[in-house]
């Protein structure tokens, strides 16, 4: 009879053992949101408390389609960021990250990570980048900052 019961003990223990779940932390959790802006746009995000505008482009050198270049050039983004209660902050995000000429792919400020996904239109080598201002449309992703 005691064989039977530390044999039923024994398999209670093992199976408790293997519904043990790890628990989320929940306080380093953060949301990330996709915003696309077209040149002059402003908008305020669903998941954060701030507004986010897109300037316009400082700087395209970018290698138009059809053309063989030494690099490959680079876009830079003007994109300002404003929260309610802060003076708003305006940041450069470029199509690469080249720290020794400044360039960089993402940026931290006011607490959140801005982060440069996409520049559109491409150049091509019929139109250049003139023809360009004004049509410039760019996609971030933005995330607050875990501390």
Do not use: H
């Not at 300002?80 to 720290?99: G, R, S």
């Not at 559109?120 to 019929?126: L, Q, R, S, T």
Request: net charge positive.
């Amino acid at each position: 009879m005691m064989n039977y019961k530390t044999i039923i003990i024994g398999l209670g223990f093992c199976s408790l053992a293997g519904c043990a779940t790890q628990k989320e932390n929940i306080g380093n959790r953060t949301e990330r949101e996709s915003v696309s802006l077209a040149e002059g746009q402003r908008k305020s995000l669903r998941e954060y408390p701030i507004k986010i505008k897109f300037n316009g482009i400082s700087e395209d050198s970018r290698c138009p389609e059809g053309v063989n270049c030494i690099w490959s050039g680079v876009a830079v983004a003007e994109i300002e960021i404003a929260e309610k209660a802060t003076k708003p902050t305006t940041i450069k995000l470029a199509t690469i990250d080249l720290q020794d000429r400044g360039y960089q792919r993402t940026a931290n400020t006011n607490g959140y990570t801005i982060s440069l996904q996409d520049i559109a239109p491409y150049p091509n080598k019929e139109q250049g980048t003139q023809t360009l201002r004004g049509n410039y449309k760019i996609a971030v992703i933005v995330q607050k900052t875990v501390k």
